[in-house]
Nanobody, 122 residues
Framework: QLQASGGGLVQAGGSLRLSCAAS????????MGWFRRAPGKEREFVAA????????HYADSVKGRFTISRDNAKNTVYLQMNSLNSEDTDVYYC?????????????????WGQGTLVTVSS
């Protein structure tokens, strides 16, 4: 089970940090990803991190502004979002994939959190 939190309203140029807490004892075996989806749009890959935390991958649209990290001792993955703009307004979802390498497609992720809304005001 995944529980995402940390969304909210922020001004353009501001920052937010999303958290996703996972239950279970095998958290480090899962690739963790963040996706986002605005109403009426397809789910979009944002970032992913390997089970060990040593490999990360970002969508071009967030590269250099967002940072994904994880704390396996706390069963938590984070998404630090800086320099936010209106195009980042979305519902953000965390997801887990029982894979040994990062996947960009949402179909690889079997477990999903409930989503947390990020709204960036201009």
């Amino acid at each position: 089970q995944l529980q995402a939190s940390g969304g909210g309203l922020v001004q353009a140029g501001g920052s937010l940090r999303l958290s996703c807490a996972a239950s279970g004892r095998t958290f480090s075996r899962y690739v963790m990803g963040w996706f986002r989806r605005a109403p009426g749009k397809e789910r979009e890959f944002v970032a992913a991190i390997s089970g060990s935390g040593t490999v990360t991958h970002y969508a071009d649209s967030v590269k250099g502004r967002f940072t994904i990290s994880r704390d396996n001792a706390k069963n938590t993955v984070y998404l630090q979002m800086n320099s936010l703009n209106s195009e980042d307004t979305d519902v953000y979802y965390c997801a887990a994939a029982a894979e040994d390498r990062i996947h960009l497609g949402s179909g690889a992720y079997a477990y999903w959190g409930q989503g947390t809304l990020v709204t960036v005001s201009s």
